[in-house]
């Protein structure tokens, strides 16, 4: 079964600074698709940024990029310029042949101004 | 369109009483998602549809959860006889194409007392 990991529980980050959140994941597949997403205080979950495994070039979208290494099976989030409302809990996510997200357990990231 | 509604935001319940959740997904979404959240943990999988089928269900839905999408559209999560381990956020989540990641609802806040 596939299973990812999230190892920060907690992050923080100064206001116009860069933090990087790691996630490994787990799988037998070759073809699947890793996400991040966003989850505010009492927020709804936001999709931040999407990888497809078999695209060698890693996402970027504005702040955020992803360092995606297949072969180590490591799919970390770089946020960059690191803004206030950065601050949320963000997941890591895998999904394969299966249609179905699997979620890591989070990292907290608090921005400090 | 309006996202992903859920309602109620939040139920209170006592422990033995049925409860019933209501999602309407982005309208030219296909896929349903029903996921559950625990507080400091990641979203787990509960089951899923695609138009009006359920296609798959999780171990953790134990016999007194039923899920239903009539018609394809809107979907009702009810939990009979609840227990105080069903409190927890409900989410739910559409999506046209897994490629394209979840589009998730505020989510349900259950206390069962």
């Known amino acids: 079964a596939q299973t990812v990991t999230q190892s920060q529980p907690e992050m923080s980050v100064q206001e116009a600074e860069t933090v990087t959140l790691s996630c490994t994941y787990d799988t037998s597949e070759s073809d699947y698709y890793l996400f991040w997403y966003k989850q505010p205080p009492s927020r709804q979950m936001i999709l931040v940024i999407r990888q497809e495994a078999y695209k060698q070039q890693n996402a970027t979208e504005n702040r955020f990029s992803v360092n995606f290494q297949k072969a180590a099976k490591s799919f970390s989030l770089k946020i960059s310029d690191s803004q206030l409302g950065d601050a949320a809990m963000y997941f890591c996510a895998y999904s394969g042949n299966t249609d179905k997200l699997i979620f890591g357990t989070g990292t907290r990231l608090q921005v400090f101004p | 369109d309006t996202g992903v509604s859920q309602n109620p935001r939040h139920k209170i319940t006592k422990r033995g009483q049925n409860v019933t959740f209501r999602c309407d997904p982005i309208?030219?979404?296909?896929?349903l998602y029903w996921y559950r959240q625990t507080l400091g943990q990641g979203p787990e999988f509960l089951t899923y549809f695609q138009n009006e089928a359920q296609l798959e269900k999780s171990r953790l839905l134990s016999d007194r959860f039923s899920a239903e999408r009539p018609k394809g559209s809107f979907s009702t999560l009810e939990i009979q006889r609840t227990e105080q381990g069903d409190s927890a956020m409900y989410l739910c989540?559409?999506?046209?194409?897994?490629?394209?990641?979840?589009?998730f609802g505020s989510g349900t806040r259950l206390t069962v007392v």
């Open positions: 989540a559409s999506s046209r194409s897994l490629s394209y990641g979840y589009t």
């Open positions: 309208s030219e979404h296909n896929r």
